[in-house]
């Protein structure tokens, strides 16, 4: 079975520019997150879609961070414009079975 | 609150078992979780216990719950060298909110 797939596996971007993260979860998987993990933390839920509808954007930061899940597959995070401290790993899982999730390798950003 | 904590670090010698403690708050949480993390690599499902269940054992690990206490551990029998990673303790709330610690470090001495 094919994990979760993420792209790229890492971004080097100056503050104030834009940059796109891509997820494509494990086929079936109806419930995607976006994670946001900063070094020596836990990871932070970003969002979480149900299908193709948002279920928990809470802690998305609106003014900068969107992100789409046409179709109900695969999922794209947007930063417009970034700051340093969006510097973080941005991990994507897909929800199976007794609620286990599954993660991506995630993708390092590093925003100078 | 709705913190999960635990130990920042846990330094055992290799071949002796490794014991990782997570304290929650939620008594109505469904699930438990246990997440292992290398370096840069995503998160590994380790092993989960149902809030109903008081012990599940899988191989090595050993997950034991306390509800009264609102404690959860993973043993972790004749640890080695790959067993270094962060582990990260995980509660599924009632609605469905999985809320993460910030992870215990386990650093293996040979």
């Known amino acids: 079975e094919a994990g979760v797939a993420q792209s790229p596996r890492y971004k080097i971007i100056e503050k104030r520019q834009s940059v796109a993260f891509w997820c494509n979860p494990i086929?079936?998987?109806?419930?995607l997150y976006w994670y946001q993990q900063i070094l020596g933390q836990g990871p932070k839920l970003l969002i979480q879609f149900q299908n193709n509808g948002v279920v928990d954007d809470s802690q998305l930061p609106k003014d900068r961070f969107s992100a789409e899940r046409l179709k109900g597959v695969d999922s794209t995070l947007k930063i417009q414009p970034a700051k340093l401290e969006d510097s973080a790993v941005y991990l994507c899982?897909?929800?199976?079975?007794?609620?286990?999730?599954?993660f991506g390798s995630g993708t390092q950003l590093s925003v100078l | 609150g709705e913190d999960v904590e635990q130990s920042l670090f846990l330094s055992v010698r290799e071949g002796d078992s490794s014991v990782i403690n997570c304290t929650y708050t939620?008594?109505?949480?469904?699930?438990l979780y246990w997440y292992k993390q290398e370096p840069g690599a995503g998160l590994q499902l380790l092993t989960y216990?149902?809030?109903n269940m008081d012990m599940k054992q899988d191989q090595r690990l050993t997950v034991l719950l306390n509800k009264k206490d609102k404690h959860l551990s993973l043993r972790i029998a004749d640890t080695q060298t790959g067993d270094s990673a962060i582990y990260f303790c995980?509660?599924?709330?009632?609605?469905?909110?999985?809320?993460w610690g910030a992870g215990t470090k386990l650093i293996i001495k040979p």
């Open positions: 899982a897909s929800n199976g079975p007794l609620e286990k999730l599954f």
């Open positions: 216990i149902f809030s």
């Open positions: 086929s079936g998987h109806a419930t």
């Open positions: 939620d008594s109505s949480s469904t699930y």
């Open positions: 995980a509660e599924m709330k009632s609605n469905y909110q999985l809320i």
